[in-house]
């Protein structure tokens, strides 16, 4: 078998440029370098009749209408402009009060800390152990002062989706506006926002093969929702959001989400069967548990802890693979994944998983290899393993009575 | 996280890996550490007539520091004394291995459980030599 190594399977990290997009964009580096809001000449013009066709793909691949797109810098400058634009201009007539969900993106846990230092209240709600939203907590959740809710549309690190339909009925009801962090979910779930009940939702171009550097905001204008700026300067964009527009990642942007709207329903199909073999494959070994729900679940994601060995042993293990871990050891943080531990895993289990994402380049031959590498180095690492041992042996290990150092 | 050559070599190749009988008189058994915390070592110690460790075995859940702390000090252990395998100190094991400070403690946990397999040989041939005066519960 002939692979190149490293295997790149972190494709929720972060997608290549598909070179149909890095194509499009060329010419908006050198050639059509124009500024889109100089009015006065066809270099201006040219600029903007790029970025706002580019503008009209975005919105189409989620049925929005392409005056709700604001271009950003990326999904985190969208969530903090949804979320501390819409609390601060309907904090004072609705009340001040912020309900999202324990494992949302830090782009979104951090910003409604933010708002908390600000003097805003905050309730970060648990999801179930398959991580999925109960309907019945979120209503609980909801206050008479909750201005908004924040629920993100596919999980980054367990890949489940939730449902946004139903989550987004019990904002309406409470006259709460909701945003929706999708940076996740485009070119691998419909979304349709001619029929679902969210307010705005934030996009990347970088999950989906386009550029790094650029995202989008959808703000409803049906009824209309208005956000207090956080950019200020010359007014682009409606006075949303300030900023010379960067062309060339506009069109990138652009180009890889009208690929992504004609070509994701092939695309899934073969993704979901790349991600079934690996996972046929995997759940081969003994004592693997799958983070999240399997149904509810976008088809490139698979989560899976490996009990009976430690989280940076594993790294080390496989390292012919470019996979995210739970473990503290590869991040900066010292603290094992807070979204499986949101899940109630045990910190063992937290430590020692491994997300594979597959994409578009995603072959066969390196699920294969994938397969294989992980059923050998999972069975050496517990051949080293007492706990192995003593699992082997039927003690039961949350029994042992352990010296904590 | 980049690691020593010679850590890497311990995890790639890890020295006397396996486990001896833990009911034989002249084997000494240490387990140290906790699951929770990311490491648990057992180590043990056979010893021989001669009163010399002839063998010992390993087994480590824990990152790629502490199998090597681990491999490296059944090495160590062969052919000494109980009294010399009490001086190996981590220290020794942190040097030999150029572990970097964040990974100190897997030095530490290797001497721990030298130390745990040591203390159960001493009380097992103590039982042998004093059945009836001494029977300190474990």
Known sequence: ?405 | MAYSEKVLDHYENPRNVGSFNKDEKNVGTGMVGAPACGDVMKLQIKMGDNGIIEDAKFKTYGCGSAIASSSLVTEWLKGKSLDQAMTIKNSDIAEELALPPVKIHCSVLAEDAIKAAIADLRSKQGETMDAALCRHGH
Not at chain 1, 377 to 396: A, H, N, V
Request: aromatic content about 8%.
């Open chain 1, 1 to 405: 078998m002939t692979v190149k190594t490293p295997i790149y399977l972190d494709y929720s990290a972060t997608t290549p440029v598909d070179p149909r997009v890095a194509e499009k964009m060329i010419p908006y580096l050198t050639e059509h370098f124009g500024n889109p809001a100089s009015r006065s000449h066809s270099y201006g013009w040219t600029a903007e009749k790029a970025v706002e066709e580019a503008r009209e793909q975005v919105a189409a691949l989620v049925k929005a209408d392409a005056k709700e797109i604001v271009w950003t810098s990326g999904a985190t400058e969208s969530n903090n402009l949804a979320i501390k634009g819409a609390a601060h201009f309907y904090g004072e007539s609705k009340g001040h009060h912020i309900l999202t969900i324990a494992t949302e993106h830090k782009a979104v846990i951090d910003t409604v800390r933010e708002l908390e230092r600000q003097g805003f209240s905050a309730s970060y709600l648990e999801p179930e152990a398959d991580g999925l939203i109960d309907f019945e907590k979120f209503k609980a959740a909801l206050r008479p002062d909750t201005v908004l809710a924040s629920v993100m549309l596919v999980n980054n690190e367990i890949g489940v989706i939730q449902d946004i339909t139903a989550l987004g009925n019990l904002c309406r009801a409470n006259g709460t506006l909701f945003h929706v962090d999708a940076a996740q979910a485009t070119g691998k779930v419909d979304i349709d926002l001619e029929s679902l009940p969210v307010d705005l939702m934030s996009f990347s171009a970088h999950k989906t093969y386009g550029p790094k550097g650029i995202g989008a905001l959808y703000v409803r204008r049906k009824p209309r929702v208005r956000l207090e700026a956080q950019m200020h300067g010359g007014g682009h964009e409606r006075g949303f959001r300030s900023g010379t527009l960067p062309v060339h990642q506009i069109v990138g942007m652009g180009e890889a989400f009208r690929i992504a709207r004609e070509e994701m329903t092939l695309e899934n199909a073969r993704i979901r069967r790349l991600r079934d073999k690996l996972l046929t494959g995997l759940t081969t070994i003994e004592e693997v548990y799958v983070n999240g729900d399997l149904k509810a679940r976008v088809p490139h994601n698979l989560n899976i802890s490996f009990n009976f060995v430690e989280g940076e042993s594993l790294i080390m293990a496989v390292k012919d693979l470019a996979v995210s871990s739970g473990s503290a050891c590869t991040s900066s943080s010292l603290e094992p994944s807070y979204v499986l531990r949101a899940l109630g895993r045990s910190d063992e289990l937290a430590h020692s998983s491994i997300r594979f994402s597959i994409g578009r380049f995603t072959t066969e031959e390196e699920i294969d290899y994938t397969i294989e590498l992980l059923k050998a180095k999972i069975g050496k690492l517990r051949e080293l393993s007492p706990l192995w041992e003593m699992y082997q042996d039927g003690i039961d290990i949350n029994a042992v009575k352990w010296a904590a150092h």
